[in-house]
């Protein structure tokens, strides 16, 4: 089982997203629609759309409780920063193929309780449409029978587009939707996981692909109400 988070890493935590969210909020100001769609207890996968680098930054307002992180390996070239970032809940993922220590490192995280962020469009995209998901969200979520928190965020491309080096204050939308909650069939014997389901040992491609095109639908969905009512805010 996983160790919880000690008192010092909570601290640290609650400082450095009080300081982000502080910031974030007076550069970013913007509201949040459905929050009380996100869990307030229990794991849980925080899957938001994924159009800039600030995205990571800006979920933190979505819960005050510590949220866990797949960061790309590559951070981790610079020893202090990684070293930060794994005090404040962050794991590495090698994004070049399958990386099966970084899935169970996941599922380890979900089975002590905690939250965890995934973008499920795996790297920063462009536009309007959500789509062509890996369906590493939708295997954890099976594996671990814990909810999907689906989240749309308007307004983080053009504070940060693709090939700029720093942001620029905009006005940023919020849509949470409603959790999804894989359906899971596990076969007699199968251990159980923290969340409300029991935990199978294998998860078939048909159940990842069905949930995986759920999961881009809700996400789309909410992206596009995001859209829909910063537009809406700024006419």
């Known amino acids: 089982m996983p160790r919880p988070p000690t008192r010092g890493e909570l601290l640290l935590y609650r400082a450095c997203r009080a300081v ?24 849980y996968i925080l899957a ?15 819960t005050r409780r510590r949220l866990r992180y797949i960061v790309k390996a590559e951070v981790w070239k610079s020893k202090p920063v990684g070293r930060f970032i794994e005090a404040l809940g962050a794991f590495p993922v090698h994004r070049s193929g399958a990386d099966r220590e970084a899935l169970e ?22 536009g309007p449409v959500v789509e062509d998901l890996r369906e590493g969200v939708a295997y954890l979520a099976l ?18 587009p693709r090939g700029s080096v720093l942001p620029r204050p905009r006005r940023i939308t919020f849509v949470v939707g409603s959790p999804l909650v894989p359906s899971v ?14 935990r199978p040992a294998r ?3 048909r159940a990842m692909k069905e949930l995986s095109d759920e999961v881009q639908a809700s996400i789309q969905h909410v992206f596009d109400e995001a859209r829909r009512a910063a537009g809406s805010k700024s006419a």
């Open 20 to 43: 982000a969210v502080g910031a974030s909020v007076l550069y970013y100001p913007g509201r949040v629609i459905g929050k009380e769609n996100v869990p307030p207890e229990g794991p």
């Open 48 to 62: 938001p759309v994924h159009r800039s680098y600030v995205d990571w930054l800006l979920v933190a307002r979505l």
């Open 105 to 126: 490192r996941s599922l380890q995280v979900l089975a002590g309780g905690e939250p965890l962020v995934m973008f499920p469009e795996g790297t920063r995209r462009t």
């Open 143 to 160: 594996r671990a029978g814990v909810p999907i928190v689906p989240v749309g965020i308007a307004g983080s491309e053009e504070a940060m």
């Open 185 to 198: 069939s596990s076969p007699p014997g199968a251990p159980a996981a923290a969340g409300t389901q029991t």
């Open 203 to 205: 998860v078939s491609r």
